[in-house]
Nanobody, 118 residues
């Protein structure tokens, strides 16, 4: 299973970026997909997730500004980030909880850098 993320970059405060992640490979289904981020010196933290039945969960710090969405089967997930703040600067990682026939496993993408300038 591979996760390919794209869409990071440099943006001014107040601007927008869209991150995308494609889940590919051999598996039965995707239970949930999401985005996490890690700023320098900080631990990796949840940004937003969406489950196979379209339940979403957001970090309090991004509620009302970020929107997570995905296509059916959750093989592509998008994070629309609006009203970006300098504190959103981090490496963003795509995560997928993948169901195989006999086990469930979390997979991570390589990360994409988002830099928000003040």
């Amino acid at each position: 299973v591979q996760l390919q993320a794209s869409g990071g970059g440099l943006v001014q405060a107040g601007g927008s970026l869209r991150l995308s992640c494609v889940v590919s490979g051999r598996f039965f289904s995707v239970e949930a997909v999401g985005w996490y981020r890690q700023a320098p010196g900080n631990e990796r933290e949840l940004v937003a997730t969406i489950t196979s039945d379209d339940n979403t969960n957001y970090a309090d710090s991004v509620k009302g500004r970020f929107t997570i969405s995905s296509v059916p089967a959750k093989v592509t997930v998008t994070l629309q980030m609006n009203s970006l703040k300098p504190e959103d600067t981090a490496v963003y990682y795509c995560n997928a909880r993948v169901v195989h026939h006999s086990y469930i496993k979390d997979y991570w993408g390589k990360g994409t850098l988002v830099t928000v300038s003040s």
